[in-house]
């Protein structure tokens, strides 16, 4: 990242998707409109050309201070805004009959989910990848206190 070396946009992008890894890519237009804000606001400026007359990107010392600043802020947990949540709880206020189909639905997601992540997770571990290996721990444990959730409320609607 920039945070360490001058990169050109690609090289930008290619980063970006690696640690966004199974959340998604990158459009390499956004990158390009993200970096112009960031030199009009000073965090980022353009040195010049590589070798292969590609511009490069740095990050101004003024940025490397943001940088810092966002790492620290903690991430906010926003438990009440889980999208089944709140699907979940429209359901009981219209009373929808099919409520226990609704958290079966879920469970086959979470589950197949599960199952996914550990197949991931595994082949992560076998690779020595232990960034992708820690981020996949992380994720299987939110489905399991997401399927844990679900058989809580299974057991207090019966």
Request: net charge negative; glycine share 6%; hydrophobic share 35%.
């Amino acid at each position: 990242m920039l945070y360490v070396e001058r990169h050109h946009g690609y090289e930008l992008k290619l980063e970006m998707d690696s640690l966004l890894g199974m959340k998604g890519k990158v459009n390499p237009g956004q990158i390009y409109t993200t970096l112009d804000r960031l030199i009009r606001d000073e965090l980022v400026s353009s040195p010049g050309l590589d070798d292969q007359d590609r511009k490069l990107f740095e990050l101004e010392q003024k940025g490397k201070d943001q940088v810092e600043k966002w790492l620290l802020e903690p991430v906010p947990y926003h438990s009440t805004k889980d999208d089944f949540f709140f699907k979940w709880n429209c359901s009981r206020r219209i009373g929808f009959q099919d409520e226990d189909k609704m958290l079966q639905n879920q469970k086959e997601v979470i589950l197949k989910g599960v199952m996914e992540l550990t197949s991931a997770k595994t082949e992560a571990l076998m690779k020595g990848d232990e960034n992708t290996y820690l981020w996949m721990s992380g994720l299987l444990l939110h489905l399991e206190a997401d399927l844990n959730w679900i058989m809580q409320v299974e057991n207090r609607i019966r």
